[in-house]
């Protein structure tokens, strides 16, 4: 009877540890591929950015949100020519999946 109750304990602590353990590996895999996505994301934005300059483009009023691939641009550019341009480019650094272009022509005094 003591040895059936001692399996008994020993499973229950088994069973008890590893799900603990399963749920501390779910959570670190699941915080390094946030870091993962956070690092991608960075990493194009710097792509994008570096695109922009490289065309010339004042992109100091241009901000850019980037998540997964999709590309955000918000903020104002001197001419209207440089809203279309600016979208073509940030589309065309690898790996932009999306681009939403809500640029605007600046006004003077601004």
Known sequence: MKL????IIAAALATT???????DVSKASTSSSKKAARA???QLENSVR????????DASDIRL??????VAL??????????????????????VENVQNDLTLRTEGH
């Open 40 to 42: 991608q994301n960075r």
């Open 4 to 7: 059936i109750k001692s399996i």
């Open 74 to 95: 918000e903020g104002t550019v001197q001419r209207a020519e440089e809203i279309q341009v600016a979208g073509n480019v940030a589309k065309s650094v690898k790996g």
């Open 17 to 23: 540890l590893g799900t603990t353990y399963a749920q």
């Open 50 to 57: 570096k695109a922009l300059d490289k065309e010339k483009l």
């Open 65 to 70: 949100k980037v998540k997964n691939g999709d």
